[in-house]
């Protein structure tokens, strides 16, 4: 079982940066992959990327990729995602998800966060 908690969300303008960072509790976090995923109202979540177990490995989807940066600290059980050019069309919930393998897919992640809310000023 892992309970996941996003932090740092917020109001930004375009251009700006953000950090957004995931707390994991229990003992066997480096056994998951962590994705980062989003959803705007009315869309379906999407995926924007995941890092592997010790971090080794990073795969962002197309329309993050170059702006966006996954990164995990084993030791204290986190997962961040730095977000740079945030564009008005980066608004949405982002979600940190856990799942025992590498996957693109929501449905395929087993745990998720609650959600923070990230809204990009024009």
């Known amino acids: 079982q892992v309970q996941l908690v996003e932090s740092g969300g917020g109001l930004v303008q375009a251009g700006g940066s953000l950090r957004l960072s995931c707390a994991a509790s229990?003992?066997?976090?480096?056994?998951?992959?962590m994705g980062w995923f989003r959803q705007a109202p009315g869309k379906d979540r999407e995926f924007l990327g995941w890092i592997s177990r010790y971090g080794g490995n990073t795969y962002y989807a197309d329309s993050v990729k170059g702006r966006f940066t996954i990164s995990r600290d084993n030791a204290k059980n986190t997962v961040d995602l730095q977000m740079n050019s945030l564009k008005p069309e980066d608004t949405a919930v982002y979600y940190c998800?856990?799942?025992?393998?590498?996957?693109?897919?929501?449905?395929?992640?087993?745990?998720w966060g609650q959600g923070t809310q990230v809204t990009v000023s024009s």
């Open positions: 998800a856990a799942h025992r393998d590498l996957s693109n897919r929501p449905e395929a992640y087993d745990y």
């Open positions: 229990g003992r066997t976090f480096s056994s998951y992959v």
